[in-house]
């Protein structure tokens, strides 16, 4: 009997743990968010912002998990190659010509709401 009662508080701390499903952003919301990495920061807001945290352009608002989360499911390199190849609306390199490969994967977990 004790076990079982032990075994039920486990279940309701282990799901305090769980991750609470994500919620849309507004577009205000979007873009009030900037990568903490300085460099990261300066790119993103001369590049990628401009879309990202703007509903009609199409593109995935930033730290909206509702958006990234199927886009996030296709793998960090597919989405890394979409960046720097473009993929339908998403211009080849988003605008960003100082972009390297890494400054990329890092503004895209940060835009995917993946970088904490
Ligand atoms: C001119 C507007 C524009 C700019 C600038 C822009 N994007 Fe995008 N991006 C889009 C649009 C539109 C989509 C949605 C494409 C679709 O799925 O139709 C998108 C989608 C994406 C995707 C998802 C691709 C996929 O495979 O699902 C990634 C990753 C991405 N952008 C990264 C970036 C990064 C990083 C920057 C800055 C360096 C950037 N974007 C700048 C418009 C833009």
């Given at each position: 009997?004790?076990?079982?009662?032990?075994?039920?508080?486990?279940?309701l701390?282990?799901?305090?743990?769980?991750?609470?499903?994500?919620?849309?952003?507004?577009?205000?919301?979007?873009?009030?968010?900037?990568?903490?990495?300085?460099?990261?920061?300066?790119l993103?807001?001369?590049?990628?912002?401009?879309?990202?945290?703007?509903?009609?352009?199409?593109?995935?608002?930033?730290?909206?998990?509702?958006?990234?989360?199927?886009?996030?499911?296709?793998?960090?390199?597919?989405?890394?190659?979409?960046?720097?190849?473009?993929f339908?609306?998403?211009?080849?390199?988003?605008?960003?010509?100082?972009?390297?490969?890494?400054d990329?994967?890092?503004?895209?977990?940060?835009?995917?709401?993946?970088?904490?």
């Amino acid at each position: 009997m004790r076990s079982v009662v032990l075994l039920g508080a486990a279940a309701l701390l282990a799901g305090c743990h769980a991750e609470p499903p994500p919620k849309p952003l507004t577009p205000q919301q979007s873009a009030a968010l900037k990568p903490a990495n300085a460099k990261l920061a300066g790119l993103y807001e001369q590049a990628c912002k401009s879309c990202h945290t703007v509903a009609d352009t199409g593109a995935p608002l930033t730290g909206d998990r509702t958006k990234w989360d199927p886009r996030w499911a296709k793998g960090e390199e597919a989405l890394l190659n979409s960046a720097v190849q473009g993929f339908r609306g998403m211009p080849a390199g988003g605008q960003c010509f100082a972009c390297t490969p890494d400054d990329y994967r890092g503004l895209i977990r940060f835009m995917a709401g993946r970088d904490k």
